[in-house]
T-cell receptor
Framework: DGGITQSPKYLFRKEGQNVTLSCEQNLNHDAMYWYRQDPGQGLRLIYYSQIVNDFQKGDIAEGYSVSREKKESFPLTVTSAQKNPTAFYLC??????????????FGDGTRLSIL | GQNIDQPTEMTATEGAIVQINCTYQTSGFNGLFWYQQHAGEAPTFLSYNVLDGLEEKGRFSSFLSRSKGYSYLLLKELQMKDSASYLCAVSLSGGYQKVTFGTGTKLQVIP
């Protein structure tokens, strides 16, 4: 079955450490997204990518970095510059990004905590 | 800026009907999504409205009024498994599929 796989499910970060969250999809979707979800807040867009080797900042990109070397993969690195990284991180994908009526498909998320 | 409002929490009884409202003020509007999210899990797609009116899908229906910036999700014959958060999300016009999410409504279904 096609879907989006995020790993790990739980991740702990030490002070000053960079950590990378994995996101892989086998839906053959062009567009991929990273969101952050905090209690009492909606999903906030960190980065998005419409096509391989291209990505754009979302609303809260500071302290994060991404790469899109393969269509299937869109890893997110939470750098030490992100001072409040504790959150639930969701990766999503959708078909050609200009098809705005197409829903985004989400992975099961990674919960990141500070040690 | 973008603003999407939903009630924070709702409680309803098993077997009943519940309506979850969503109002929005956004710069540009393409359509409106509803997603269901169980605690600690991925949001899953429920519906998409682009035209005014009611779209029905089994026990779930979604309504949109573009002129009023208003939508609701109607859940009928509530089941315990419907206890979840329901996210309203607006698809914005622009160069890519940018979607702005509301904070979600946590629905608790009680026996």
């Amino acid at each position: 079955d096609g879907g989006i796989t995020q790993s790990p499910k739980y991740l702990f970060r030490k002070e000053g450490q960079n950590v990378t969250l994995s996101c892989e999809q086998n839906l053959n979707h062009d567009a991929m997204y990273w969101y952050r979800q905090d209690p009492g807040q909606g999903l906030r867009l960190i980065y998005y990518s419409q096509i391989v080797n291209d990505f754009q900042k979302g609303d809260i990109a500071e302290g994060y970095s991404v790469s899109r070397e393969k269509k299937e993969s869109f890893p997110l690195t939470v750098t030490s510059a992100q001072k409040n990284p504790t959150a639930f991180y969701l990766c999503a994908s959708s078909t050609y990004p200009k098809h705005r009526n197409q829903p985004q498909h989400f992975g099961d998320g990674t919960r990141l905590s500070i040690l | 800026g973008q603003n999407i409002d939903q009630p924070t929490e709702m409680t309803a009884t098993e077997g009943a009907i519940v309506q979850i409202n969503c109002t929005y003020q956004t710069s540009g509007f393409n359509g409106l999504f509803w997603y269901q999210q169980h605690a600690g899990e991925a949001p899953t797609f429920l519906s998409y409205n682009v035209l005014d009116g009611l779209e029905e899908k089994g026990r779930f229906s979604s309504f949109l009024s573009r002129s009023k910036g208003y939508s609701y999700l109607l859940l009928k014959e509530l089941q315990m498994k419907d206890s979840a958060s329901y996210l309203c999300a607006v698809s914005l016009s622009g160069g890519y599929q940018k979607v702005t999410f509301g904070t979600g409504t946590k629905l608790q279904v009680i026996p």
